[in-house]
Nanobody, 119 residues
Framework: QVQLVESGGGLVQPGGSLRLSCAAS????????MGWYRQVPGKQRETVAS???????NYADSVKGRFTISRDVVKNTVDLQMNSLKPEDTAVYYC?????????????WGQGTQVTVSS
């Protein structure tokens, strides 16, 4: 069973930075895509950033130029560096790992980490 453990959330002032880290229980090459999602109460979970097995990165328009996703294939981690944070970035951030099992997409999720941007 895949386990994803997030760390690095917290409270930061607008304009500040945080780095989130997601540690996978196995090789991250097991997954076709890994990424970060976020969710605020009353809204759907939305994609923030993702990285595919071949290293292709994608970002939500709202975070382009401010957030950077990266991975460490030795440590089996996927990180999200968040700079120039805004109050609207406040959310619970979830790590996601996607794989195909018998041709069907299977998603695994971390427990979530709270990010609060406030003065």
């Amino acid at each position: 069973q895949v386990q994803l453990v997030e760390s690095g959330g917290g409270l930061v002032q607008p304009g500040g930075s945080l780095r989130l880290s997601c540690a996978a229980s196995g090789s991250i090459f097991t997954f076709t895509t890994m990424g970060w999602y976020r969710q605020v109460p009353g809204k759907q979970r939305e994609t923030v950033a993702s990285i595919t097995r071949d290293g292709t990165m994608n970002y939500a328009d709202s975070v382009k130029g401010r957030f950077t996703i990266s991975r460490d294939v030795v440590k089996n981690t996927v990180d999200l560096q968040m700079n120039s944070l805004k109050p609207e970035d406040t959310a619970v951030y979830y790590c996601n790992a996607e794989r195909l099992r018998f041709g069907i997409r299977v998603d695994s999720w971390g427990q979530g980490t709270q990010v609060t941007v406030s003065s």
